[in-house]
């Protein structure tokens, strides 16, 4: 998911909250997060002026301790995200695999996808150092999320993308090689090195309860990873950990451990044959039952699963989460687990088998709580870390109390024994880390606010005393926990060697925020340790410099090459460059701001050598004119709206009144974190906006404040918008709220026939989360409705069959299914062709049905099987498909 890390803003929260709750947890949220603040007003972080700031909380009615709270945007987002995939219920096992497999028997249309991201993304660009821009604030090129690593002592390092795949390189870092592609899923969820065979093993299935997080298709083994690529092939075992999250794979002797959503799993080291056998969970109750591909009953179903076979109760996701596992470096059959739910639950805590191959009756949950921890409900997301001879063992602990205060970080704790009984003592709290050169010094926004989130924990294998810890930012300590350096901080901005002028700044590079994958290997010969986060992967020496504020004066970006493409697009936009050559490409990333790309020509190729980023924070929602590439709407998140005329193209605005961007947010009371946008598709001067409220705005280009936006429909208290079309002046919107799947509800609103109301949506409209719409230019009554979710095959709500795509002639009063041979798998994107066909963007692929055609293919080749977020047709011809995950995509249209 999300960091959603904001970083170029804070959001203050309004007076009145929204309650939200996450696809599948009610009753397992703590109770702040189910009243989360919409945020509205905000300041300026970067140049932080305690006048404005106070002048902004009084105007909101907040206050800074409840309102500089990123956890509480995380929280939303990883929320909000979740829920068109799973409302109105839990995915079951074996949904992605079904899918996948129909897929890869479907013909394909000729034509072959160009990368057009392809190329370095330049965070600190200084053509765009606009007052939105986080340009200078030393993150220097950067690309997606980072969820494991792996490295060895010749020069290789491998990284599983949060849904790109694995990728090698064999010089230490850079040009980078996708080995991953042809798998089912590219959700990462762990990447390690077995240490007996050399061999690579890729846990499928990001784990971080991030919302844009995916489950995956199991673990797979590469004997020879310095030089092959992964195949369906080399997955461990069979369906039995499909559909499933895995936060770690740890080895004890000849096996291999997995830390799931679904409890622990265990399988022998040496070779992917035979099933994974069952460890140990918590609430069997919530297990569903699991069988191998010979039907073999592996796990039983859980009393609660009786009479409902195909999903299982609401919780049961949130009821056996392992967050981590240890093997005693000392005895292998010693294994120690960190489980459970972020926001606390009764199953909470360590857990401890002196013998797993007893079986589930082996394993018993330890009563020991590290100190300022009241009882084991209060231990959260858990991460250990053995010293090499398994001496000592570190554990950093979120605590589920904390969720919505200042920081949820309980500490940082060592047991000098090796023994998860402890004694535990403390070295490190959120203070002490703070005071280590650490850029999080906004009163209520510390450090670990994001701890359920951000995590990792690596000692140093040459010295027991060397440990770097990984929350928003990376800390280092070289004599157990006495003192700590914030090597990478969050960024540069709060320092005194910042300058917005580059030749004035004398900051090291910071690199980007938000945790997640750390590694130990080699570059050149000469020991290193990587960092992998929410912008990609950074380097430095194992033993490396610090400057006097304790941060690192030696690290470096392993994206510089452009290589490494793992950029998690939310939105693309694409309009004629006003240069007359060329195209301008932009999209929104997730915790990357927007990225900005001129001068590409038709198949992709590019102009710039790099691309640069003119919007900073998490990049949303957007729109591009067709005929100005440069003229764009670009969206922080929650509807926050800003127009430009030129790229955002800036020297260095220190203030506003020096901006060549201009907010237009309307402060919209329900608006979605992603919250939908758009131009009309033949009046591309006129743009339709949702959250609770319906916005339109004409000569939206010559827009400069929140005025241009007219409110034309309220979708009713507690609706947000989940997706907004409109084509010579007739426009649809779809709404839900609730949104999550206890009492999920959906629906659609409109203008066509000429007044804006509420479509009554029959039974042959399936009860599910709309997250796409088109709208026929010639005929307003005539849209189409891209559904997402799976259907009641994998649902335990109401479905409607398989149906992806449907079709409306006469203004919405009915619908009908023209699914026709898709595989039932979430949708996102669809778009009605010039000449008739339509394209359709799911969680796999971009599909293409043509002209008259009921059937439909695979888009072209060469698209990486991953997340289809948006798709648009731009003026050159070429259709461009914002993926979430590898970058952006084009290819010429049938």
């Avoid at 208290?717 to 079309?725: D, F, L, M, P």
Wanted: aromatic share 10%.
């Amino acid at each position: 998911m999300a960091s959603i890390t904001p970083r170029a803003r804070r959001f203050v929260a309004a007076g009145a909250g929204i309650a939200l709750v996450a696809a599948g947890s009610a009753g397992f949220l703590g109770r702040h997060e189910l009243n989360e603040a919409y945020l509205k007003y905000q300041w300026r972080d970067k140049h932080y002026n305690p006048v404005v700031m106070e002048k902004a909380l009084m105007i909101a009615g907040g206050n800074p301790t409840e309102s500089q709270n990123e956890s509480k945007e995380a929280v939303t987002i990883e929320e909000q995200f979740a829920q068109p995939r799973t409302a109105p219920g839990i995915v079951a096992p074996g949904a992605y695999g079904n899918a996948f497999t129909q897929l890869s028997s479907m013909p394909h249309t000729a034509g072959t996808w160009n990368e057009v991201t392809k190329v370095p993304y330049n965070e600190d660009d200084t053509r765009y150092r606009d007052w939105y821009s986080n340009s200078s604030g030393g993150a220097g090129y950067g690309t997606g999320r980072i969820t494991g690593m792996a490295a060895d002592s010749a020069n290789h390092v491998y990284a599983a993308g949060a849904d790109g795949g694995v990728w090698r390189s064999s010089q230490g870092g850079g040009a980078w090689t996708p080995i991953a592609d042809q798998l089912p899923s590219l959700s990462g969820g762990d990447l390690q090195l077995a240490g007996n065979d050399g061999s690579l093993w890729f846990a499928t299935g990001e784990a971080n309860t991030g919302g844009t997080s995916y489950v995956g298709s199991g673990v797979y083994r590469l004997a020879n990873p310095t030089t092959g690529s992964f195949a369906p092939s080399d997955r461990v075992g069979g369906k039995e950990l499909e559909s499933t999250t895995i936060g770690r794979v740890r080895w004890g002797g000849s096996t291999v451990f997995a830390a799931t959503n679904r409890g622990i799993w265990y399988h022998a080291a040496g070779s992917p044959s035979g099933d994974w056998t069952f460890g140990f969970a918590p609430n069997m109750s919530y297990m569903p039952q699991i069988t191998d591909d010979a039907g073999k009953v592996l796990v039983p179903a859980g009393s609660n699963w009786s009479g409902n076979t195909s999903s299982g109760p609401t919780n049961a996701a949130y009821k056996n989460i392992v967050n981590d596992i240890a093997v005693d470096p000392k005895n292998p059959k010693h294994v120690i687990a960190a489980i459970g739910w972020r926001s606390g639950d009764t199953y909470n805590g360590f857990y401890e088998s002196s013998d797993f191959t007893k079986g589930p009756s082996s394993w018993h949950k330890l009563s020991v709580v590290p100190g300022g921890i009241a009882n084991t409900d209060d231990i959260g997301y858990t991460t250990f870390a053995f010293s090499k001879t398994g001496d000592r063992l570190y554990a950093m602990v979120q605590q589920p109390s904390k969720i919505n205060a200042s920081s949820s970080l309980a500490g940082i704790y060592v047991s000098k024994t090796g023994s998860p009984s402890g004694p535990w003592n403390q070295i490190a709290n959120q203070q002490q880390l703070h005071n280590s050169g650490s850029a999080l010094d906004r009163k209520g926004y510390g450090v670990g606010v994001q701890a359920w989130y951000n995590q990792f924990l690596q000692v140093d294998p040459s010295n027991a005393d060397h440990v770097w810890a990984g929350l928003e930012e990376v800390f280092e300590t070289k004599d157990a926990g006495s003192h700590w350096n914030a090597v990478s901080p969050y960024w540069n901005f709060t320092f005194p060697c910042w300058s917005i002028d580059p030749t004035k700044n004398t900051c090291p590079l910071a690199g980007h925020s938000d945790q997640h994958s750390v590694a130990v290997g080699s570059a050149g010969g000469a020991p290193v340790v990587f960092f992998g986060n929410d912008g990609g992967i950074y380097r430095r020496p194992v033993n490396g410099t610090v400057n006097a504020n304790g941060n690192a004066t030696d690290l470096k970006s392993m994206s510089s090459d452009g290589t490494l493409g793992s950029l998690q697009y939310y939105s693309s936009s694409v309009g004629k460059d006003p240069t007359g050559t060329g195209m301008v490409v932009s999209g929104g990333l997730q915790d990357n701001g927007v990225s900005n790309l001129r001068k590409v020509a038709p198949n992709g190729t590019n102009g710039d050598t790099e691309m640069g980023s003119n919007f900073g924070g998490d990049g949303g929602d957007g729109a591009a004119d067709p005929r100005n590439g440069c003229n764009q709407l670009q969206e922080y998140t929650n509807l926050a709206v800003y127009v430009t005329n030129n790229c955002a193209t800036n020297p260095g605005a220190t203030s506003t009144a020096t901006a060549t961007s201009w907010s237009l947010n309307p402060g919209d009371p329900g608006a979605r974190f992603i919250a939908p946008m758009g131009l009309d598709g033949s009046l591309p001067d006129n743009a339709i906006f949702g959250g609770q409220y319906v916005y339109t705005a004409t000569d939206v280009w010559k827009a400069r404040d929140a005025s241009a936006l007219k409110k034309v429909f309220d979708l009713g208290a507690g609706h947000s918008a989940t997706a907004v079309s409109m084509n010579n002046g007739a426009a649809y919107v779809s709404w839900c709220g609730p949104c999550n799947n206890a009492g999920f509800t959906r629906g659609i609103a409109t203008n066509a026939g000429g007044t804006w109301h509420q479509l009554t949506l029959d039974s042959s409209f399936p009860n599910r989360f709309v997250q796409g719409l088109t709208v026929d230019p010639a005929n307003g009554n005539h849209a189409y409705a891209a559904i997402n979710g799976f259907s009641r095959r994998f649902t335990e709500g109401p479905g409607a069959g398989v149906g992806h795509v449907y079709e409306t002639t006469d203004g919405g009063a009915h619908w009908s299914d023209i699914s026709g041979n898709l595989p039932d798998v979430p949708a996102s994107s669809v778009k009605r062709l010039s000449n008739g066909g339509l394209v359709l963007g799911t969680d796999l692929t971009t599909f293409y049905r043509a002209p008259g055609a009921t059937s439909w293919q695979v888009l072209g080749s060469g698209l990486p099987t991953t997340v289809v977020m948006d798709l648009e047709v731009a003026p050159d011809g070429d259709l461009y498909a914002a993926t979430h995950g590898r970058g952006m995509w084009s290819i010429p249209l049938p």
